[in-house]
């Protein structure tokens, strides 16, 4: 199977690692990281050969080494001869400010929509819920608490899974942490209810997944590559809540993963008069899982995830057969 890893290599993680007991020992690179660490506007994601720094789901920085570093893409600036940013690690609170604006300003400028007029459109959207949710469940205050843990966002290998997936996740009941025991989660995320359907809507993710789940080989390979991902994110401090997953007493320990993955669909700013979802859902199964939230926020529950039959039971106006749009 030729799958690319997303994993990093042991030299390229050791430039982002920070020991607060003994900073003489702190990688080259381990100031991102403590930013990272102490901004929720930031997400750190490994890519194999590279690390990338996201904001507000925009691709920041991009990291292969010392002195090698790719900055903001010619899309984000409004012009061809606006100055280009620079990156130097000696200060890089002032790139990532004057980053962090440029985007900010990319996110607010008016763009020709489908109605022929310029009006305010998110052009991150999804990629920037993608980001809140990795962050409420692996750094906020509550991220000890949840119940699922994110490895990876934007995942795609068109050679394993036949399309990508929004977010991979590994699910883990604490409470029993004496069974180390992960199963791996692929979520796709939808905003608004303009984005489930069509050619890119709920059943042809839902039909990627199933192709995916009967490939064994590939189940065992992604699910390997992404527990990888979560030890190193857990050892640059970047995921809280996993101390008793990986160690037993003074032993380093390896947690299993389930052979049977798991798909689930978190929509998000889904406007309820509008009949897509009823639609959309005739095409899915009745075991069909959805994410609901804690009341508010985007902490993961096992308790709030859903079954289609569930979700239509509570919420019948929004399956209502004779509901027009």
């Known amino acids: 199977m030729n799958y690319r890893g997303r994993a990093i290599s042991n030299e390229l993680l050791n430039l982002f690692k920070s020991d607060v007991k003994e900073p003489s020992k702190n990688g080259k690179l381990a100031v991102i990281t403590d930013i990272v660490r102490q901004d929720p506007y930031l997400d750190f994601e490994m890519r194999g050969d590279c690390v990338i ?35 130097d690690i000696i200060n890089p609170f002032e790139y990532i400010s004057k980053a962090k604006f440029i985007i900010d300003k990319h996110e607010s400028a008016p763009i020709e929509c489908s109605d022929s007029k310029k009006r305010v459109v998110s052009k991150l959207g999804e990629k920037e819920i993608q980001q809140r949710v990795v962050f409420e469940n692996n750094l906020s205050v509550n991220a000890e608490e949840t119940e699922y843990f994110i490895a990876d966002v934007e995942w ?18 604490r409470t029993k942490h004496r069974k180390r025991s992960l199963k791996l989660v692929l979520i796709e995320v939808k905003q ?32 390997q590559d992404m527990l990888s991902i979560l030890k190193q994110k ?65 902490g993961l529950y096992e308790a709030f995830i859903k079954t289609k039959k569930q979700l239509m039971e509570m919420f019948p106006f929004v399956f209502d057969k004779n509901k027009m749009k």
């Open 156 to 173: 795609a290998d068109n050679s394993v899974l036949g399309g990508r997936a929004d977010i991979v996740a590994f699910r883990w009941e």
């Open 234 to 298: 857990h050892q640059l401090g970047l995921i809280k809540g996993l101390e008793n997953l990986f160690v037993r007493g003074n032993k380093r320990v390896e947690p299993t993963i389930e052979q049977e993955p798991d798909f689930l669909f978190l929509l998000s700013n889904y406007h309820h008069f509008s009949s897509k979802l009823n639609f959309e859902c005739d095409k899915l199964p009745d075991d069909a899982r959805f994410v609901i939230s804690s009341f508010m926020g985007y």
């Open 53 to 87: 720094i996201y904001y507000r789901g925009g691709k920041l920085l991009t990291i292969r080494g010392i002195d090698d570093y790719e900055t903001l893409a010619d899309e984000y600036y409004t012009s061809k001869d606006e100055a280009r940013l620079s990156f």
């Open 192 to 223: 608004g209810d303009g984005a489930i359907s069509g050619k890119n809507g709920l059943k042809k993710h839902y039909d990627d997944f199933l192709k995916f789940k009967v490939n064994k080989e590939a189940i065992t390979t992604v699910g």
